[in-house]
């Protein structure tokens, strides 16, 4: 939590300002927001650089078929190398078993 000073300066916490990309003499914001305030970087106002929506969908959605991918691997594994299977726990049980 900040304070105000008797100059009513305000210290922006060092999480948020590496997390908003706030940087000694940049210029910030206050907005009302209903009963609160919004503190706005600068960054904020500048047009965001890099991919177009559509190629930041297209590299997600390869990103999300590998994952997938690496996740139907890692079942596959699992149940060949612990030698028994979730199936083979239900019938230990039971007296009609081998």
């Not at 907005?31 to 305030?37: F, L, Q």
């Not at 960054?43 to 965001?48: E, G, H, I, K, L």
């Not at 930041?56 to 699992?78: I, M, P, S, V």
């Not at 199936?87 to 081998?98: I, K, M, N, S």
């Amino acid at each position: 939590m900040s304070k105000v000073t008797s100059k009513l300066q305000v210290t922006v916490p060092k999480a948020l300002a590496e997390r908003y990309g706030i940087r000694p003499g940049d210029d910030i914001r206050f907005e009302e927001a209903g009963e609160v305030m919004r503190v706005v970087p600068a960054s904020a106002d500048a047009p965001r650089e890099g991919l177009d929506i559509e190629a930041r969908l297209r590299l997600f959605d390869a990103a999300t078929e590998r994952q997938r991918k690496r996740d139907d691997g890692r079942r596959a594994d699992r149940a060949s190398t612990r030698g028994w299977t979730r199936e083979e726990l239900y019938e230990r049980g039971h007296a009609d078993a081998d």
